[in-house]
């Protein structure tokens, strides 16, 4: 039985999650191995930082899809690029119309091509 006064993290993953963060991991191995030939000082994230930079994407609420096609978690890439991939990110999704894809400009000009 849970106890409701416990603490908690911010985020709740399910067993899916995990899976998902995990197999991306395996994903990135390949490239990080080849990496660590060409560049070894370069490379100096693991799993474990790998899965914490996950968390923090997932709770400004971007999606795993978006994490993947993107490159947001890519371990050869430092903290600053990949916090600057972010914001653009963020900016990017901010500025369009929830729900639908569309930004405003380019609904604006839909609508003057129609009238």
């Known amino acids: 039985m849970m106890n409701a006064n416990a603490p908690r993290s911010k985020i709740v993953l399910t067993e899916?999650?995990?899976k998902k963060i995990a197999n991306r991991w395996e994903e990135l191995q390949p490239r990080l191995k080849l990496e660590t030939q060409?560049?070894?000082s370069h490379?100096?994230?693991d799993r474990e930082w790998h899965y914490n930079w996950i968390l923090e994407?997932?709770?400004k609420n971007i999606l795993m899809r978006d994490i993947r096609r993107l490159d947001l978690d890519d371990p050869r890439c430092t903290r600053s690029i990949l916090e600057l991939r972010v914001r653009k990110?963020?900016?990017k999704r901010a500025r369009?119309?929830?729900g639908?894809?569309?930004t405003a400009s380019s609904k604006k000009s839909l609508l003057r091509r129609v009238n």
């Open 43 to 45: 490379i100096f994230y």
């Open 38 to 40: 060409v560049r070894p």
């Open 96 to 98: 369009r119309k929830p």
């Open 57 to 59: 994407l997932l709770a």
């Open 89 to 91: 990110f963020v900016e």
């Open 100 to 102: 639908t894809g569309i």
């Open 16 to 18: 899916g999650t995990r």
